[in-house]
């Protein structure tokens, strides 16, 4: 059985909140204490969008926390365990010794205008930077310091390998293992022409690799990161690259193989 300090996240639904308080009930049974500031252990009872908002809320302390996610929304993928089978949970936690699975961040830099930091966040699935105002965003990009392309269009989705599955896959982007140490860019609507010309295809970045984006627009500048929205009057250049410091870390007890969930929820079962 874990030992520690707890907490427990739950979204605002009846059957999250019933599960929740079993849980609970359970852990402090068994001699675990809450703890809503520095707890050794996050449960999360509800769906992929809980497990973001918990991720942001424990963001400065994610190396010191291991994650536990119950899933009572239709997607799980940060998840073992369902509504349906959620009571497994109790009988795994005081019979199995976990395992502890390590997936990779996104750390995200921007500057203004005279070169100052303005943002600094980090990031589960994916950040996503275009315009406020919706018109076309144009930027050029570099890899490592060398000019890659320029680009027009709607923007630029930067995904993690946990994000893979999210807005990467909707835009054409490749599923990638969770604990590849990686990340990917995948174009939105990319407008090609003579002036912007841009590879077309997802490109897929090494730990050690430096992504730059700067906008030809200093102003009304997007930066979407997971679920949360930021806009800025002014922008000069955006930083992305695998975070160095920080990683999260789920606890699970039965080993889901990554295929099979994907397989679970995109295709189906036969
Ligand atoms: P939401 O609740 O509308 O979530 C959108 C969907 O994305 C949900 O079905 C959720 O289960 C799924 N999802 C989230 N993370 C996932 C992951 N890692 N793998 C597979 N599916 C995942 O909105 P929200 O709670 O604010 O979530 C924000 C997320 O929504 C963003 O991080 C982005 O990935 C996703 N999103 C997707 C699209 C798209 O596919 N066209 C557009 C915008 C945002």
Redesign the pocket.
């Known amino acids: 059985m874990l030992k520690g300090t707890f907490s427990v996240e739950i979204r605002d639904d009846d059957v999250s909140q019933e599960i929740a308080t079993k849980l609970k009930r359970l852990l402090l049974f068994n001699g675990m204490e809450e703890s809503k500031k520095t707890p050794d252990y996050v449960f999360i009872v509800g ?3 809980t ?2 908002r918990t991720f942001n809320k424990y963001v400065d302390i994610v190396n010191d926390v291991k994650f536990l996610s119950i899933h009572t ?3 799980g ?2 998840t073992d365990y369902s509504v349906q089978n959620f009571e497994k949970i109790f009988h795994d936690m005081v019979s199995i010794e976990p395992v502890i699975d390590q997936y990779p961040l996104l750390r995200i830099n921007a500057y203004c205008k005279d070169n100052n930091l303005i943002a600094d966040y980090y990031s589960l ?2 950040v996503t930077v275009d315009s406020v105002t919706g018109s076309t965003y144009a930027a050029r990009v570099y890899i490592n310091g060398e000019h890659f392309e320029n680009f027009r269009g709607d923007g630029l989705c930067i995904s993690t390998p ?2 893979s ?6 835009l054409g982007g490749a599923v990638i293992h969770p604990q590849m140490d990686l990340f990917q860019v995948t174009e939105i609507a990319a407008l090609n022409n003579l002036v912007y010309r841009t590879l077309g295809n997802p490109i897929i970045l090494s730990k050690d690799d430096e992504l730059v984006i700067i906008p030809n627009e200093y102003d009304d500048h997007r930066i979407r990161v ?2 949360m929205d930021f806009n800025y009057n002014t922008v000069s250049k955006i930083k992305i690259t695998l975070a160095e410091d920080k990683k999260i870390s789920f606890i699970r007890y039965n080993d889901v193989d990554f295929w099979k969930r994907v397989k679970r ?1 995109f295709i189906g079962d036969e």
């Open positions: 769906g992929d969008g497990v973001l929304g239709h997607l993928f940060y699935n994916e946990t994000g599955t999210a807005y990467n896959k909707s997971d679920y929820s």
